[in-house]
């Protein structure tokens, strides 16, 4: 197998994939945003500081952490060509070229219009598939399982 998949950076997609790689700390920061809302409704009165931590926690830092990141990401990120093999995966940009074998990749989550492969420590590299076959991506999907990468 070998696929070869001229990118462009796409916003939307981008921020599907951050919201499904930073599920957790997102989930975190919201359950302990609403705890402290909760403390501070319940405790004499209205405590103003546990209200104004839990403001913050569910819904600013959750909203920080995904307009950064896509911000980040986009400006980063820039016209790229992807190469799918048996080997691995690999990415060009003008500026730099990186290549992952597939016991490199920690997992491979298709959402819609593309496949966000996980490299770890937060990373991803996403496949978008909108010049692909369902044949196509169920190639990759099966590769990826095939070297013991875990698929969802």
């Not at 896509?70 to 820039?78: F, S, T």
């Amino acid at each position: 197998m070998f696929l070869q998949i001229v990118a462009r950076p796409d916003l939307g997609l981008t921020v599907a994939a951050l919201r499904r790689g930073l599920r957790r700390p997102v989930l975190f920061a919201r359950l302990a945003g609403w705890t402290m809302l909760g403390a501070a409704a319940l405790l004499d009165g209205l405590n103003v500081t546990l209200l104004l931590a839990g403001v913050v926690l569910a819904v600013v830092v959750p909203i920080l952490l995904i307009n950064g990141g896509a911000r980040r990401a986009l400006r980063e990120a820039g016209p790229a060509t992807l190469e799918i093999s048996d080997g691995g995966v690999a990415c060009s940009t003008p500026d730099s070229r990186h290549a992952y074998a597939w016991n490199a990749i920690t997992r491979v989550d298709h959402l819609a219009g593309q496949l966000v492969l996980g490299l770890g420590a937060g990373r991803f590299l996403q496949v978008p598939t909108r010049g692909l076959t369902p044949q196509q991506i169920h190639e990759v999907l099966t590769t990826a399982s095939a070297h013991g990468v875990p698929v969802g």
